[in-house]
């Protein structure tokens, strides 16, 4: 069993994915101690991980169902998860959020993450092992998770300080996920 096997859960595409899982769980660490530098910089790091994956299983043929399995958890704490704790916290850190206010950011955050987690198991349901299709149907996570980031840095830089306004976009980011919307696979 190398790390070149198809059969072992543990071969050169699937670690990567782990270190995809490792760089999310990492960055939520850094997002509750208030350090988001350390947190995005992880993220993104995490980001280059699902990419590699990916690539090196079609180019070394290690497409399974428990990598694509794999992929998608790891897909779901890093580009859902991971976000929604990031902005959240960060609306926290850097706006007056009253508690009613806290109560309904929540409440949005827990809806994304319903949304991504759907959103994933549906790709999954509607993909075969190694099929890439042209068209994303709906917004891939990580490109929610882009979004999610783009609203932190609007919460951060004070463009954006309405915790009720950063909920609305998060709930219009959380349908698209879920959409109709025809996103080409890059």
Known sequence: ????????????????????????????????????FTAIILAWIGG??????GKLARKYNLSTEFGIQLDSFADFLSFVVMPAFLLFYA??????????????LGLVFIWYIISGLRRLVEFNLKV??????????????????????????????????NGY??????????????SRLKIPHP
């Open 48 to 53: 280059a991980c699902d990419i590699i994956d």
């Open 128 to 161: 075969d092992v190694g099929e890439v299709s042209k068209y994303f149907e709906g917004v891939p996570t990580p490109l929610g998770a882009i979004l999610l980031w783009i609203l932190y840095l609007c919460s951060a830089y004070g463009v954006i300080s």
């Open 91 to 104: 609306v926290k850190h850097y706006s007056i959020v009253t508690g009613l206010e806290e109560l309904i």
């Open 165 to 178: 306004f950063i909920a609305f976009l998060v709930m219009v980011i959380a349908w698209a996920l879920n």
């Open 1 to 36: 069993m190398g790390l070149f096997d198809k059969d072992n859960r543990f071969n050169i595409a699937n670690l990567v994915t782990y270190l995809n899982i490792t760089m999310g769980v990492m960055a939520i660490y850094f997002i509750v101690r208030g350090d988001f």
